[in-house]
C-alpha cells in the first residue's frame, strides 16, 4: 500500500515518465560517443515484462534485433539480472553481450565460454541451500511459498498466491532465521533471495563491467531495489569523475521500491518505454 502511495505521489510531484525530449538530452552523449559507451539492462521488469512464473518470461518482439544492433554499434551491452546467467543468457539468445548473473555473482563477458564465479564466495556457495533444505515444507506450501533454486542464492516467490500478504508475512519469518543462519536476506518484487553476506551485487557488477579500457559513458536501466544499488553506485562513479555521463534509467511499477522514481535520472512507465529509448540509441 505504502509503495503504490509513493508511486502516485512521485507522479504528482512530477517524477512520473521523463518527456522525450528530456531524455535524448541526457542520452545524446552517450550517442554520440558509442566507442565508450555500456549500455547495461537488467532483466525482468526492465526489458521484458514481469510474469506470474518467473520461467514464462520472454524477450518482447523485436528486442533481440534492437540489441543486437546496439551491440553493433556501441563498445558493451551488458544484461545485470538476478537470474542465473545461463538462464538469462538463455531468454536474450546472444553472446555478444555480457552477463552478470545472480545479481552479480556470475559474470560472463562476450566471447567468455564460462561463466566466472564471484571468488569472494568461495566455499559459501551450498549455505544458502542447506538453510533452505532446514525449513519445514509443511511452512513454505502452506504459506504458497516457491522455491527457486539459483545456486549460491535460493529465491522464495510468492507472485500470484492466493493471500499474497500471508505468504510475504510467512517470507519475513524466513528471513529472519536465515539472518540468524549467517545469510543476507534481499527482498525484490514478490521475491526474497537468501544468500551468503558479501559479494556481488550489482553495485559490484556495473564496477566490473565498465572497468574496460576508454568506458567512460554509460546507461544503466532497472525496476527494483538491487538496481538501486547500481544506481548509487554509477552516481558516486560520476561523481568522482570516472564517468563522463551516467544515465540512471528507472522503470516504473505499482510494486517497486519508491527510491527507483527518487534515484534515477530518467523514469519509464514499463518496459517499452525502456525499448523505446534503446531504439533512439540504436538508430
Ligand atoms: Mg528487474
Redo the contacts with the bound molecule.
Keep these: 500500500m505504502w509503495i503504490r502511495h509513493a508511486a502516485i505521489l512521485s507522479a504528482v510531484s512530477g517524477k512520473s515518465e521523463t518527456t522525450r525530449a528530456a531524455w535524448q538530452t541526457l542520452l545524446e552523449p552517450l550517442r554520440a560517443e558509442p566507442a565508450r559507451t555500456a549500455i547495461l539492462t537488467?532483466?525482468?521488469?526492465?526489458l521484458a515484462p514481469?510474469v506470474e512464473h518467473t520461467e514464462d518470461a520472454s524477450l518482447p518482439d523485436g528486442a533481440r534485433d534492437l540489441l543486437v544492433r546496439l551491440t553493433e554499434r556501441y563498445a558493451l551491452v551488458g544484461a545485470i539480472?538476478?537470474r542465473r546467467t545461463a538462464d538469462v543468457r538463455a531468454l536474450i539468445g546472444l553472446d555478444t553481450i555480457a552477463y552478470a548473473g545472480n545479481h552479480g555473482l556470475e559474470l560472463m563477458m562476450p566471447g567468455d565460454r564460462e561463466v566466472s564465479p564471484d571468488p569472494s564466495l568461495a566455499g559459501r556457495e551450498g549455505d544458502a541451500a542447506e538453510f533452505v533444505a532446514t525449513v519445514e515444507a509443511g511452512r513454505l506450501d502452506e504459506a504458497g511459498l516457491r522455491i527457486e533454486d539459483k545456486g549460491p542464492i535460493q529465491a522464495i516467490h510468492w507472485r500470484g498466491v492466493a493471500d499474497e500478504a500471508a505468504a510475504e508475512a510467512a517470507a519475513r519469518v524466513i528471513a529472519v532465521d536465515a539472518g540468524r543462519a549467517g545469510l543476507e536476506p534481499r527482498w525484490?518484487?514478490k521475491v526474497l533471495e537468501l544468500r551468503p553476506v558479501g559479494g556481488g551485487g550489482k553495485d559490484a557488477a556495473v564496477a566490473s563491467l565498465l572497468a574496460s579500457d576508454g568506458l567512460d559513458r554509460v546507461v544503466y536501466a532497472?525496476?527494483?531495489r538491487?538496481?538501486v544499488d547500481a544506481f548509487r553506485r554509477l552516481g558516486e562513479l560520476r561523481e568522482a569523475g570516472e564517468l563522463v555521463a551516467a544515465v540512471r534509467v528507472g522503470?516504473l511499477s505499482a510494486e517497486g521500491p519508491p527510491q527507483i522514481a527518487e534515484e534515477a535520472d530518467v523514469t519509464v512507465d514499463d518496459p517499452a518505454g525502456w525499448l523505446e529509448m534503446l531504439a533512439w540509441l540504436a538508430e
Design positions: 537488467d532483466f525482468d521488469g526492465t514481469i539480472s538476478g525484490g518484487r532497472g525496476d527494483d538491487t538496481d522503470v
